[in-house]
């Protein structure tokens, strides 16, 4: 056994956040990174973590990391070729189905019988990516050293805590676990299991069983989405959300109806999967703040241990939600028609659901054009973001 490889100088990390089908956006921003880098550039992140649908992303690119161009490219194609069918079964005979199972559930006191309640049967996901993820490549790019260490969130319905599975070809000694208020690092070999528990968006998605415990979404209790990252040795931060622009300001769409169930899910799930990490960037911003007057004052003080990350945050320009409007015709008529039924229309103000449901090639295609541009806009940054502080990071190792 070759013995644990020296981590990498520069510990640059790519935070990937969920989001359902919205994350074809960070797809986008990658797919710019790749063609800034040089052609045959090795994955320029030594640390990947991702929540949700963006520790699919994460996996995805961590197991072609010998070519991050490459990889790139092969997350692009399953993202451009998608369709419903091949992330949860959508027959009208499939949601009465779930329906029927969500009513049954009421007599045995709201659980399951023989597997996990939800509305959508996402045994699809699972053959799409036994069949897309190699994970003995993952290992293998993290034993030569070619990737750090890769993180992925899930939340235990057991306990409430947010856990983050990483894998590392490290030492254990230069990568503990961590143990915080309600979040953990648990060192594991990652697999599918711990993909579809990452993704599994509560009531829509079933709950993934790792070991004795069932978890469901990253998203659902992960207060601080950039910590799995920092916990893992980051110096260097770059973050693709999938939210609007933080810098907009929010704008009131007046209706005289009550809210629409599709809309207050909607608006549960923006909380979950862009509050937080909304919320969690401007404490960096804050902390870099500090850090920076405490240091201007006394360049050889101690700043109680806190420390200055350099970050990147790449967020749409544009509204996800007005795009998803657009592409509701291309759902399968049984999801368009549960979809109606529950306001997630432009009518009924809860296209932000349908948003995070909308796995069509279609529509990712568009998600990946955004970032794409979105990136592009930023390429001044993204270049200097990438370029190298020290000459032996040229080969990509110390």
């Known amino acids: 056994m070759n013995p644990p490889h020296p981590p990498a100088i520069d510990r640059t990390a790519l935070v990937l956040t969920g989001g359902g089908a919205r994350a074809a956006y960070q797809v986008g921003v990658l797919k710019a990174a790749a063609e800034i880098l040089p052609k045959h550039a090795h994955n320029p992140f030594s640390i990947i973590t991702g929540t949700s649908a963006g520790a699919i992303n994460a996996v995805a690119l961590g197991a072609s990391a010998n070519n991050f161009r490459l990889a790139v490219k092969k997350v692009e194609r399953i993202w451009s070729n998608l369709c419903v069918e091949h992330v949860y079964r959508a027959g009208y005979r499939d949601l009465a189905g779930s329906m029927l199972r969500l009513l049954v559930s009421l007599f045995h006191r709201g659980t399951g019988v023989g597997k996990p309640l939800a509305l959508l049967d996402t045994a699809p996901l699972a053959e799409l990516l036994h069949r897309t993820i190699d994970f003995g490549d993952l290992k293998r790019r993290l034993d030569s050293g070619q990737l750090d260490a890769i993180g992925v969130t899930a939340s235990s319905y057991d306990t409430g805590e947010s856990i983050t599975f990483f894998q590392s070809g490290l030492d254990r000694e230069m990568l503990p676990p961590w143990n915080r ?53 980051a110096q260097r931060i770059m973050v693709v959300g999938v939210s ?140 200097q973001f990438f370029r190298p502080r020290d000459p032996l990071l040229l080969t990509g190792r110390a």
């Open 244 to 383: 609007g622009n933080r810098t907009r300001p929010a704008v009131a769409r007046m209706q005289n109806r009550t809210p629409s169930l599709a809309r207050m899910l909607g608006h549960v799930f923006n909380s979950a999967f862009i509050d937080a990490l909304e919320n969690d960037m401007e404490h960096l911003e804050r902390i870099n703040e500090l850090v920076g007057m405490m240091h201007n004052e006394n360049p050889h003080s101690y700043a109680g241990g806190l420390r200055e990350v350099d970050f990147l945050c790449i967020n749409p320009t544009i509204e996800i939600d007005e795009i998803a409007s657009h592409h509701l015709h291309s759902l399968p008529p049984a999801m368009r028609t549960l979809l109606n039924i529950t306001g997630a229309t432009p009518r009924g103000g809860g296209t932000s659901l349908a948003s995070y449901l909308l796995f069509q090639g279609e529509f990712c295609r568009e998600l990946i054009d955004t970032g794409y541009r979105d990136a592009l806009s930023q390429r001044e940054m993204l270049e």
């Open 181 to 233: 208020h309600r979040r953990k690092g648990v060192p594991a070999e990652l697999s599918v299991a711990h993909l579809l528990a990452s993704s599994a968006i509560p009531t829509l998605l079933p709950a993934a069983r790792i070991g004795d415990t069932y978890f469901g979404d990253g998203a659902l209790r992960q207060l601080s989405p950039i910590s799995p990252a920092l916990h893992l040795g």
